[in-house]
C-alpha cells in the first residue's frame, strides 16, 4: 500500500494505482477527457492534470502512478488555470454550436465546459475543414473531434481493425482514415465502437430519422416498426427511465403514439433465424463427410463484412441464412403482406437496430427478395431515443402495450440474440429438439457464455454425436479465432460471432455512456428475459409454426430459400 | 548627450538572444517526418518578422506567401495557388534587394520544387503524404532501431545487464556500439530543446562496462534458440553485417555458416579500427558470446562467393546466401609516384595492425592523407607506433568527414593538420622511395554538392619530406567477382533491395558496406538485422525475436536545464605510447544523472499512444 494525500485527504491505496484512480477511491473527482480506461491512458487532453508538491510541472492524472509520500492538489490555482485554458483550446477548435449536435446533453466536453463555467474565451475560432461521404452509415465531423485518439485506439486495440490513425501533422494534426484512405476504402466494418466511445459528436451514425418522419406523413405508407433484442435493453437508459420502466411493451407504446401503423418484435424474425440457421446446421451434419466445418452464423453484418474483407477463404462456411433484421423484412413484405393484403411496396419497414452496420447491410441490394426494398431504414437507440424525444412523449406515465401480431411474439431463444453466446443457444435449443425430437433443459447450453477471454468453447453432445462450438465477441478476438481455425489449430462444428464487444447489448449503436462499459449489464437483461418466458424454443413459437404452416412450408423449402437466405458468396461489399 | 556610445544589451534584447539559441537547439531536435508545408509556412513567419520593410517583395510578398501556403493547408488552395506560390518566389529571389528576402524566397522554391507532390496531395487530397511513422527520435534514427529510453532507463535502474538484453534485440554488438558507434540517434535528441541530446553512446558504454558477462540465453529462464528448422543459411564475410545476420538467423533456428577470408572475425571492427578505440579482448569476447546463439560454424580464411566457392555452388548447398563482404579495397590519390615504396593504404595498415603485425615507424616522418574517421585512425595509430605525424586534407578542418572528437583527439595527440593542402606528386628517391610529399595549396571556394570546393590557390607547392605517406582518401568494394556471377553492381557497389534481398536472385541477400559503399557499423549491423528478418520469411517461417525484459516506469518530467556529461580521454601523454583504450567511461553519478536527462520519449509525447516500444520485431 502507498500513503498519499490528495487535497489535504489523507489515503492508503494499492502500489500502482494511478492519481485518478486513487483520488475517486478518495471520493475525489478529476475531469478528465480523452481517458478511457486500458484503452486509452495517453494523457493527451491535459484536462485531469494535477500539482504534485515538489514538482515545477504538472502531471496528468490518468496515466501517473501513485509514490509513497506523494502530496497531490486537484484543484489548486495552477490545476484551475490549465484545466480552464485547455478545455478553451480545445473549444476553439470544436464546433461547438451544441443545440445542433446530437451528443449534446452528453457530451464530455460540453459537460465540463458547462462545470467550469466557460462562458467566453479569448480565443479565436479555428476549424478544420470537414469533408466527408454523407452517405455512408458512418460519418466522421472534423469540426468536432477534439483529437482524443479514442476512436484510434478502439479499432486497434478492441477491434484489430486499424480503420483509424492520426492524420497530417504539427497543428493540424487530426484522425482521419489510416494510409490517407477514404472511409469506403477503409475496410471499415461500420462496427460503430468508435461512436460509442467518442467523448463529443465528432463521430455518429448517419441520422436516418427524417426518412422514418417523411414516411409517417406519408398517407399511402404503412408504417411498421420492429425492434431488436438489445433495443429492449437500452433504450431507456438516457431517458430517464429504470430498466424496468423501460419494457418493450412501453416502447411499442411510444412508437404507437409515434404514428407507427404496426409495432412488432425482430426477436420473432430471431427464432425465424433459427428454425432456418439449425436446419442448416443439421443437414451439414448428416453430410458431414462432404461438408466443411465450421459452420458460421450470419446474422451480426459487422462480422460478415469482415470476414468478406480479411478472410475471403472463409466467406463460403458462412450460414447462408439471412439475418433476423432481413427476414423480418423479407417474411413482412411477402407474407404479411398477404396477411393485410396489401401491395409490399405499401409497407415501409423501419427496423429498430443496436447498430450502426444494419444501416449498411439493408443497403445491400442482393439481400432484397420481397420485390421491393426489404427494410426501408435502419435506426440506431439513439436515433429511436431522437424520435421519442422529439415527440415530447410523457413516458413515466404511459401504458404498456402489446406488439402486434403474427410478428410481435417470440421466445426466449429469440430474445437472448442480443447477447454473446445467444444465437448459439437458442440455435443448440432448437437443433437438439430437431435431431431428437425432445425438448432439452433450456439451461442447457449456458456453458457457451462468457464475457472473457479471446473465445469460449464448449462441447455438448446431441445424441450420441459430440459438437465442438465456439463463441467470439469482439473483432479483435474473432481475428485471432479465424486465425486459429485457418491455420488448423482449432476444429469447431459451429462458430458464433459477433463483431462488438459482448454482441448486439454493446453494440456500436446503443446509448452512449461516458465511462461505463454497458455490454454485460444490458445482456443480463435479455438473459433475464428469456429465464422469465414461458416459451424458451424458437421451434415452439406459436407464430413461427403458422408461418411455416400458411406460407414458407418447411424449413430450408423452396418458399424459404428464395425469401430467408443468401448466397454469402455471390455478393462482395 | 555623448558624441559616442558603447552598445549595451538591454534585458529585452539579452532576452531575445536566449530566445535565438533556443529556437536553434528546436530546430536541432525538430522529429523527423514533419509536414513540409507547414515548416514552409512556419519558416516564413520568422523569415516575414526579419525583413526590415524597406523592400516591396520581402516585406509583402513573404508574408503573402505564407498565406497561399496556409490557404492549401485549410483545403482552400488549387493548383493554381501552387504555381502562384511557385511564380511569386521566383519573383521575390530575382528582386529582393538583401539576403533577408532572397534566401527566403529560396527555401520557398526548394520546396515547391523539391516535394512538389506533398502541395499537390494537400490541393487535391486535403492530406499529407508525410507523418510520424516513429514518434521516438532517437529510436527511428538509430539504423537498427535499438530500443534507446529502454535501456537508458535501464541503467538508471542500475539494471545493467537487461540494458544490453534490450540492446541485443535490435543490435547483437552492445559492447562494440558502445565503443565506436558513430550514435546518429543523438542527432535530434528532443532533450536538445532544453540543453543538450543524452550522451547516449556514453549510457551503452556504462552499461557495459558494468554487466559482467551477459550469456545470450538465460538458463534460469529457460531461454534458448528456436526449434532447428533445418534450414542451412551461408553468410559471406565475418563483419558486423554477417554476425549479426549469422546471430538472428541462429536465434530463429536456421544453421549458419560465416565464410571469413581472413584469420579472425570481425571484418572492419578488427581490420579498420584500431585498438585504441576498440580493444581486441571486447571484440573476440563479444564475438564469442554471439557465437553461442545456436548452430554458427565459423570458416576462417576461407573466401567465397568468387572462383574458389562460387555464388551458384553456395547457393545450391544452402538454402539462402547473405553477402556481407564490406568495402575492404582501398581508393587511390591517382597521382605520380604512388607507386612507390614507401606509399600504403590505410587498409593495409590497419590491415596488418588488426593481425597484429605493427610496422616499425618510430621516429620516422609519417604524412596522412585524408580527412574522414580512417585518415584519423591511420594518423593515432601511427602517432602511437612513435612515427612523427602530418596529415594533409585538401578542404578545411571544418569539412572534415570524421567525428569533430576524433580531429580533435587527433591534433592533441601531436599530429599536425594541413589544412587545403592537396598532394601533387610523390618524389622518389633513387632506390625507388618515397622521399617527400609535394602538395599544392588550396583556398576555400564555392559551394558544391553542399560542401565547399577547394581550389588551387595561387602560391607555389610546398615540399613535405617523409619516409611514409598514408592514403585514406576511401574504400572500395570487390564487386567484380560478384558482377560476373550476375549480381547487379551499380557504380562498384552491390545493388540490393530495402529488404535487401538481391533482385532476380532468390535467396540471395547482400548488405552492408559492400551495398551501401563504406558507412557506419551501426548501418552495417541495421542490414544483417533486415536481412535476417527477409531470410527468415524467405525460408518460410516468422520466427519474432521479442523483448527479453521490461522497461522501468518513467517519473513524473520534469525538465530541469542540466548539462551534458561528455566522455573523456585518458591523458594524451599516458594514452599515446599504447594501443589501449583511451576513452574513460563515466562515474556512477555520472551515469545516474545523466540516464535521468533522458526525456522517456517512449512515454511523453506520442511514444506514449503510438510506436513508443516494439515489443517484436
Known amino acids: 500500500?502507498?500513503?498519499?494525500?490528495?487535497?489535504?485527504?489523507?489515503?492508503?491505496?494499492?502500489?500502482?494505482?494511478?492519481?485518478?484512480?486513487?483520488?475517486?477511491?478518495?471520493?475525489?473527482?478529476?475531469?478528465?477527457?480523452?481517458?478511457?480506461?486500458?484503452?486509452?491512458?495517453?494523457?493527451?487532453?491535459?484536462?485531469?492534470?494535477?500539482?504534485?508538491?515538489?514538482?515545477?510541472?504538472?502531471?496528468?492524472?490518468?496515466?501517473?502512478?501513485?509514490?509513497?509520500?506523494?502530496?497531490?492538489?486537484?484543484?489548486?490555482?495552477?490545476?484551475?488555470?490549465?484545466?480552464?485554458?485547455?478545455?478553451?483550446?480545445?473549444?476553439?477548435?470544436?464546433?461547438?454550436?451544441?443545440?445542433?449536435?446530437?451528443?449534446?446533453?452528453?457530451?464530455?466536453?460540453?459537460?465540463?465546459?458547462?462545470?467550469?463555467?466557460?462562458?467566453?474565451?479569448?480565443?479565436?475560432?479555428?476549424?478544420?475543414?470537414?469533408?466527408?461521404?454523407?452517405?455512408?452509415?458512418?460519418?466522421?465531423?472534423?469540426?468536432?473531434?477534439?483529437?482524443?485518439?479514442?476512436?484510434?485506439?478502439?479499432?486497434?486495440?478492441?477491434?484489430?481493425?486499424?480503420?483509424?490513425?492520426?492524420?497530417?501533422?504539427?497543428?493540424?494534426?487530426?484522425?482521419?482514415?489510416?494510409?490517407?484512405?477514404?472511409?469506403?476504402?477503409?475496410?471499415?466494418?461500420?462496427?460503430?465502437?468508435?461512436?460509442?466511445?467518442?467523448?463529443?459528436?465528432?463521430?455518429?451514425?448517419?441520422?436516418?430519422?427524417?426518412?422514418?418522419?417523411?414516411?409517417?406523413?406519408?398517407?399511402?405508407?404503412?408504417?411498421?416498426?420492429?425492434?431488436?433484442?438489445?433495443?429492449?435493453?437500452?433504450?431507456?437508459?438516457?431517458?430517464?427511465?429504470?430498466?424496468?420502466?423501460?419494457?418493450?411493451?412501453?416502447?411499442?407504446?411510444?412508437?404507437?403514439?409515434?404514428?407507427?401503423n404496426y409495432v412488432f418484435d425482430t426477436d420473432f424474425s430471431a427464432d425465424l433465424t433459427i428454425m432456418e440457421e439449425g436446419s442448416e446446421f443439421i443437414e451439414k451434419l448428416k453430410h458431414a463427410d462432404k461438408e466443411k466445418f465450421p459452420m458460421f452464423t450470419s446474422c451480426c453484418p459487422g462480422w460478415v463484412r469482415f470476414v468478406k474483407m480479411e478472410f475471403p477463404e472463409l466467406v463460403p462456411l458462412l450460414s447462408s441464412a439471412k439475418s433476423p433484421q432481413q427476414m423480418f423484412g423479407a417474411i413482412l413484405k411477402s407474407w404479411y403482406a398477404e396477411i393485410l393484403n396489401v401491395d409490399p411496396s405499401r409497407l415501409y419497414f423501419v427496423s429498430f437496430m443496436p447498430c450502426t452496420a444494419k444501416k449498411y447491410e439493408a443497403g445491400v441490394s442482393v439481400m432484397n427478395s420481397s420485390g421491393t426494398q426489404d427494410v426501408d431504414v435502419v435506426l440506431t437507440v439513439r436515433e429511436l431515443d431522437r424520435l421519442i424525444r422529439s415527440e415530447h412523449i410523457d413516458l413515466k406515465s404511459l401504458e404498456e402495450e402489446e406488439f402486434d401480431q403474427p410478428l410481435g411474439t417470440a421466445t426466449g431463444a429469440g430474445h437472448i440474440f442480443g447477447t454473446t453466446g445467444g444465437v448459439m443457444e437458442a440455435a443448440l435449443r432448437s437443433a437438439y429438439f430437431l435431431v431428437t425430437g425432445r425438448n432439452p433443459d433450456p439451461d442447457a447450453f449456458q456453458d457457451v457464455r462468457s464475457y472473457k477471454g479471446k473465445w469460449k468453447e464448449s462441447r455438448f453432445e446431441i445424441a450420441g454425436k459430440t459438437l465442438n462450438i465456439a463463441v467470439a465477441h469482439g473483432l479483435g478476438n474473432i481475428r485471432k479465432l479465424c486465425e486459429a481455425i485457418r491455420s488448423g489449430e482449432v476444429h469447431y462444428d459451429f462458430v458464433e460471432m459477433m463483431a462488438c464487444p459482448t454482441g448486439c447489448a454493446g453494440g456500436g449503436g446503443q446509448p452512449i455512456q461516458e465511462g461505463r462499459e454497458m455490454g454485460e449489464e444490458r445482456g443480463r437483461i435479455l438473459l433475464d428475459i428469456d429465464k422469465k418466458s414461458d416459451l424458451r424454443f424458437s421451434h415452439e413459437n406459436p407464430s413461427i409454426t403458422a408461418c411455416y404452416k400458411d406460407y414458407l412450408g418447411a424449413p430450408l423449402g423452396e418458399r424459404s430459400h428464395h425469401l430467408l437466405h443468401t448466397d454469402q458468396t455471390r455478393w462482395e461489399l | 548627450m555623448s558624441r559616442l556610445s558603447i552598445i549595451t544589451n538591454n534585458q529585452a534584447e539579452a532576452t531575445v538572444e536566449s530566445l535565438y539559441k533556443d529556437l536553434e537547439r528546436r530546430i536541432i531536435a525538430s522529429p523527423p517526418g514533419l509536414c513540409p508545408l507547414d515548416l514552409a509556412s512556419s519558416f516564413l513567419k520568422l523569415c516575414a518578422a526579419q525583413t526590415c520593410g524597406k523592400c516591396v517583395p520581402c516585406r509583402v510578398g513573404l508574408p503573402q506567401m505564407a498565406r497561399l501556403i496556409e490557404d492549401i493547408l485549410d483545403g482552400k488552395g488549387t493548383l493554381e495557388t501552387i504555381d502562384v506560390i511557385e511564380r511569386t518566389a521566383e519573383s521575390i529571389y530575382y528582386s529582393a534587394d538583401c539576403a533577408i528576402?532572397?534566401?527566403?524566397?529560396?527555401?520557398?522554391?526548394?520546396?515547391?520544387?523539391?516535394?512538389?507532390?506533398?502541395?499537390?496531395?494537400?490541393?487535391?487530397?486535403?492530406?499529407?503524404?508525410?507523418?510520424?511513422?516513429?514518434?521516438?527520435?532517437?529510436?527511428?534514427?538509430?539504423?537498427?532501431?535499438?530500443?534507446?529510453?529502454?535501456?537508458?532507463?535501464?541503467?538508471?535502474?542500475?539494471?545493467?545487464?537487461?540494458?544490453?538484453?534490450?540492446?541485443?534485440?535490435?543490435?547483437?554488438?552492445?559492447?562494440?556500439?558502445?565503443?565506436?558507434?558513430?550514435?546518429?540517434?543523438?542527432?535530434?535528441?528532443?532533450?536538445?530543446?532544453?540543453?543538450?541530446?543524452?550522451?547516449?553512446?556514453?549510457?551503452?558504454?556504462?552499461?557495459?562496462?558494468?554487466a559482467g558477462e551477459v550469456p545470450v540465453f538465460r538458463?534460469?529462464?529457460?531461454?534458448?534458440?528456436?526449434?532447428?528448422?533445418?534450414?542451412?543459411?551461408?553468410?559471406?564475410?565475418?563483419?558486423?553485417?554477417?554476425?549479426?545476420?549469422?546471430?538472428?538467423?541462429?536465434?530463429?533456428?536456421?544453421?549458419?555458416?560465416?565464410?571469413?577470408?581472413?584469420?579472425?572475425?570481425?571484418?572492419?571492427?578488427?581490420?579498420g579500427i584500431p585498438a585504441y578505440r576498440l580493444p581486441r579482448e571486447a571484440l573476440d569476447a563479444e564475438i564469442k558470446t554471439l557465437l553461442t546463439a545456436g548452430d554458427i560454424k565459423v570458416h576462417l580464411e576461407t573466401p567465397a562467393g568468387g572462383d574458389s566457392y562460387p555464388l551458384a555452388k553456395l547457393r545450391n548447398d544452402f538454402d539462402a546466401v547473405y553477402i556481407a563482404i564490406g568495402a575492404h579495397t582501398d581508393k587511390s590519390l591517382r597521382i605520380e609516384g604512388e607507386q612507390a615504396e614507401g606509399v600504403v593504404s590505410a587498409v593495409e595498415i590497419l590491415r596488418s595492425i588488426g593481425d597484429d603485425e605493427y610496422p616499425d615507424l618510430a621516429g620516422k616522418n609519417v604524412i596522412v592523407v585524408g580527412g574522414g574517421n580512417v585518415a584519423m585512425d591511420c594518423a593515432r595509430s601511427a602517432l602511437r607506433l612513435k612515427a612523427h605525424v602530418t596529415l594533409a586534407y585538401r578542404r578545411r578542418k571544418a569539412d572534415m568527414t570524421a567525428l569533430p572528437e576524433e580531429v580533435e583527439a587527433t591534433e592533441m595527440e601531436g599530429c599536425e593538420i594541413l589544412e587545403l593542402a592537396t598532394p601533387l606528386t610523390v618524389e622518389v628517391n633513387e632506390a625507388g622511395r618515397a622521399q617527400a610529399l609535394w602538395i599544392q595549396q588550396q583556398m576555400i571556394g564555392n559551394i558544391k554538392g553542399g560542401r565547399p570546393a577547394p581550389v588551387p590557390a595561387s602560391v607555389e607547392p610546398r615540399r613535405l619530406p617523409c619516409d611514409m605517406i598514408i592514403v585514406a582518401?576511401?574504400?572500395?568494394?570487390?564487386?567484380?567477382?560478384?558482377?560476373?556471377?550476375?549480381?547487379?553492381?551499380?557504380?562498384?557497389?552491390?545493388?540490393?533491395?530495402?529488404?535487401?534481398?538481391?533482385?532476380?536472385?532468390?535467396?540471395?541477400?547482400?548488405?552492408?558496406?559492400?551495398?551501401?559503399?563504406?558507412?557506419?557499423?551501426?548501418?552495417?549491423?541495421?542490414?544483417?538485422?533486415?536481412?535476417?528478418?527477409?531470410?527468415?520469411?524467405?525460408?518460410?517461417?516468422?520466427?519474432?525475436?521479442?523483448?527479453?525484459?521490461?522497461?522501468?516506469?518513467?517519473?513524473?518530467?520534469?525538465?530541469?536545464?542540466?548539462?551534458?556529461?561528455?566522455?573523456?580521454?585518458?591523458?594524451?601523454?599516458?594514452?599515446?605510447?599504447?594501443?589501449?583504450?583511451?576513452?574513460?567511461?563515466?562515474?556512477?553519478?555520472?551515469?545516474?544523472?545523466?540516464?535521468?536527462?533522458?526525456?522517456?520519449?517512449?512515454?511523453?509525447?506520442?511514444?506514449?499512444?503510438?510506436?513508443?516500444?516494439?515489443?517484436?520485431?
Open chain 2, 219 to 271: 538458463e534460469e529462464k529457460g531461454e534458448k534458440p528456436a526449434p532447428r528448422t533445418g534450414k542451412r543459411v551461408a553468410v559471406i564475410g565475418g563483419g558486423p553485417s554477417g554476425i549479426t545476420a549469422a546471430y538472428y538467423l541462429a536465434l530463429m533456428g536456421h544453421s549458419v555458416e560465416i565464410f571469413e577470408q581472413r584469420k579472425h572475425l570481425g571484418g572492419m571492427l578488427r581490420y
Open chain 2, 473 to 617: 582518401v576511401g574504400q572500395g568494394i570487390e564487386s567484380r567477382n560478384f558482377e560476373k556471377q550476375g549480381v547487379a553492381v551499380q557504380a562498384g557497389t552491390i545493388e540490393s533491395m530495402d529488404s535487401q534481398e538481391v533482385a532476380g536472385m532468390p535467396g540471395i541477400f547482400a548488405g552492408g558496406d559492400c551495398v551501401s559503399g563504406p558507412a557506419t557499423v551501426i548501418r552495417a549491423i541495421a542490414a544483417g538485422k533486415v536481412a535476417a528478418a527477409n531470410i527468415d520469411e524467405y525460408l518460410g517461417f516468422h520466427h519474432p525475436i521479442e523483448m527479453p525484459v521490461s522497461v522501468p516506469d518513467p517519473v513524473p518530467y520534469d525538465g530541469t536545464p542540466c548539462g551534458r556529461v561528455n566522455m573523456r580521454e585518458r591523458p594524451v601523454e599516458e594514452r599515446v605510447n599504447d594501443f589501449k583504450k583511451c576513452e574513460c567511461g563515466m562515474s556512477h553519478e555520472e551515469a545516474m544523472q545523466e540516464s535521468h536527462r533522458c526525456l522517456r520519449c517512449d512515454h511523453y509525447g506520442l511514444g506514449v499512444f503510438k510506436g513508443g516500444r516494439e515489443l517484436k520485431w
Open chain 2, 101 to 210: 528576402g532572397l534566401e527566403a524566397a529560396n527555401m520557398v522554391l526548394k520546396g515547391v520544387r523539391g516535394f512538389r507532390d506533398d502541395y499537390i496531395e494537400h490541393v487535391t487530397k486535403g492530406r499529407c503524404t508525410f507523418g510520424l511513422s516513429q514518434p521516438v527520435p532517437c529510436v527511428s534514427l538509430c539504423p537498427a532501431h535499438v530500443d534507446i529510453p529502454g535501456y537508458i532507463a535501464l541503467v538508471g535502474a542500475e539494471r545493467y545487464a537487461d540494458a544490453v538484453r534490450l540492446i541485443r534485440k535490435d543490435n547483437p554488438f552492445p559492447v562494440v556500439c558502445a565503443m565506436v558507434c558513430e550514435h546518429p540517434c543523438e542527432r535530434r535528441c528532443r532533450r536538445n530543446m532544453i540543453d543538450d541530446s543524452v550522451n547516449i553512446r556514453g549510457m551503452k558504454l556504462y552499461a557495459v562496462e558494468h
Open chain 1, 1 to 260: 500500500m502507498v500513503n498519499v494525500t490528495i487535497n489535504d485527504k489523507a489515503l492508503q491505496v494499492p502500489e500502482g494505482t494511478t492519481i485518478l484512480d486513487a483520488a475517486r477511491q478518495g471520493h475525489i473527482d478529476i475531469p478528465h477527457l480523452c481517458y478511457l480506461k486500458g484503452i486509452n491512458e495517453i494523457g493527451a487532453c491535459r484536462v485531469c492534470v494535477v500539482e504534485i508538491d515538489g514538482l515545477e510541472k504538472l502531471v496528468p492524472s490518468c496515466n501517473n502512478m501513485v509514490e509513497e509520500g506523494m502530496v497531490i492538489h486537484t484543484n489548486s490555482p495552477k490545476v484551475r488555470q490549465a484545466r480552464r485554458i485547455n478545455i478553451e483550446l480545445l473549444l476553439s477548435q470544436h464546433n461547438a454550436r451544441c443545440a445542433e449536435c446530437v451528443r449534446s446533453g452528453n457530451c464530455e466536453l460540453q459537460t465540463i465546459a458547462n462545470d467550469l463555467g466557460v462562458l467566453d474565451f479569448p480565443y479565436h475560432e479555428d476549424l478544420p475543414p470537414f469533408r466527408w461521404d454523407m452517405n455512408f452509415p458512418l460519418i466522421r465531423d472534423a469540426q468536432k473531434c477534439i483529437k482524443c485518439m479514442r476512436c484510434i485506439q478502439i479499432c486497434d486495440k478492441v477491434q484489430g481493425m486499424h480503420v483509424w490513425d492520426i492524420s497530417r501533422t504539427g497543428s493540424r494534426t487530426t484522425v482521419d482514415c489510416a494510409g490517407n484512405k477514404t472511409i469506403r476504402e477503409a475496410d471499415c466494418t461500420v462496427c460503430g465502437q468508435c461512436i460509442t466511445h467518442c467523448p463529443v459528436g465528432a463521430l455518429r451514425e448517419r441520422d436516418d430519422t427524417a426518412k422514418v418522419m417523411r414516411a409517417l406523413a406519408d398517407r399511402d405508407k404503412i408504417v411498421v416498426a420492429s425492434i431488436a433484442p438489445a433495443v429492449r435493453t437500452s433504450w431507456g437508459e438516457l431517458l430517464g427511465l429504470t430498466h424496468e420502466e423501460a419494457t418493450a411493451k412501453k416502447l411499442a407504446a411510444a412508437l404507437r403514439q409515434i404514428g407507427f
